[in-house]
């Protein structure tokens, strides 16, 4: 039987790819407070600010390519039962070939029915209007966990990485539950890599190897490590 290998990922794992990390810019993102644009409260406020917000980051990514750190995930495919579970709304982990990959936060190319949740759709790097409606009538929203909203998929990552033998954490700042609380969920056997120019560690456990370099930089190397091991 394959062994199985999660990636949990953060914005740092896209930040070679141009597209700015959260913490790292002190609190504010692209100039906003991040409650005024991904909050429940901010949509409610001030749509077409978020709606604008979100169509300048779906520009951005349009503009975009994967950098060789999401592109060396996907080599462990070959050999692996690997999934990623990424809590970047990006689309960089799809660009790269990777196949599993679960998005704790949404997504930037979707946008989904306030009033049917479970309709969501596909709208590429599209810009929408405020106050455009699916097909049943449904406001859309962007299709964003925000900063108070449940994270539907949390108990499905949680089970994935309970069974996991490599857990690979990449460019994460660990800031923000559900998603951060998923390193608990490790079995005794796993070995754990985390990959990030500027922690030193932070995790308890002695099956944990820390190493501090950049994505693009590290995950080449690091894949082609376990590849051959
Ligand atoms: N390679 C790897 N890691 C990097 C790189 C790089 N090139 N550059 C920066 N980092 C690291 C930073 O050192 C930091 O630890 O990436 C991490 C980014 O942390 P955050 O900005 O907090 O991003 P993230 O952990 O993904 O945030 C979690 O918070 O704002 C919400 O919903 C949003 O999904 C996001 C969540």
């Not at 190319?109 to 949740?117: D, Q, T, V």
């Not at 070995?191 to 308890?204: E, F, I, K, Q, S």
Request: with cysteine; charged share 25%.
């Amino acid at each position: 039987m394959k062994k199985r290998v999660v990636i949990l990922t953060g914005a740092g794992i896209s930040a070679e790819s141009g597209i700015s990390t959260f913490r790292d810019a002190g609190g504010l993102w692209e100039g906003h407070d991040i409650m005024e644009v991904a909050s429940p409260q901010g949509w409610k406020l001030n749509p077409e600010l978020v709606t604008d917000f979100y169509n300048k980051r779906r520009i951005k990514l349009s503009e975009v390519e994967p950098n060789a750190g999401h592109l060396a995930l996907k080599h462990l495919e070959d050999q692996f039962e690997t999934y990623i579970v990424t809590q970047n709304v990006d689309d960089l982990h799809e660009r790269a070939g990777s196949k599993n990959i679960m998005h704790l936060h949404g997504e930037l190319i979707k946008m989904r029915s306030e009033a049917f949740p479970d309709d969501i759709y596909e709208i590429g790097y599209k810009e929408m209007k405020f106050g455009e409606r699916c097909p049943k009538g449904g406001l859309l929203r962007p299709h964003i966990v925000w900063f108070g909203e449940e994270v539907p998929l949390i108990n499905e990552a949680a089970k994935l990485v309970s069974g996991c033998d490599y857990l690979l954490i990449v460019g994460t700042s660990l800031e923000v539950y559900p998603a951060a609380g998923l390193v608990n969920e490790v079995p005794p056997h796993c070995m754990t890599y985390l990959v990030d120019p500027n922690r030193h560690g932070g995790l308890a456990g002695n099956r944990l190897e820390v190493i501090q370099g950049t994505a693009a930089k590290v995950l080449p190397e690091l894949v082609n490590r376990l590849l051959n091991a």
